[in-house]
């Protein structure tokens, strides 16, 4: 669903710091909803920015094993659950 937000460049980047809670409150919930069996591991998120990447990488530190990498990076890998951000 389309998250409102203004996005902050960083040098040839965008960030968007309404984005990135939305995304960190759905990764949070796959993480914590006991009856999907789904730890962090099985979680990717994916981006076209690099700092949305960064900033998104920094909201989710406590949850080092979900992955979380620029649309390149995770080109050819897969994981149970992607939130496209």
Known sequence: R??????????????NAA???EVTKIVRG???????GLGA??????TPYAAQARALTLALEDLRDVEV????AFQGREKPVIVVS
Do not use: H, K
């Open 19 to 21: 984005e990135v809670l």
């Open 2 to 15: 389309p998250i409102s937000g203004r996005e902050r460049r960083e040098a040839t980047s965008l960030a």
């Open 69 to 72: 990498a620029s649309v390149d």
């Open 30 to 36: 796959f993480v914590g909803d006991a009856r999907n």
């Open 41 to 46: 591991a099985g979680i990717g998120v994916v």
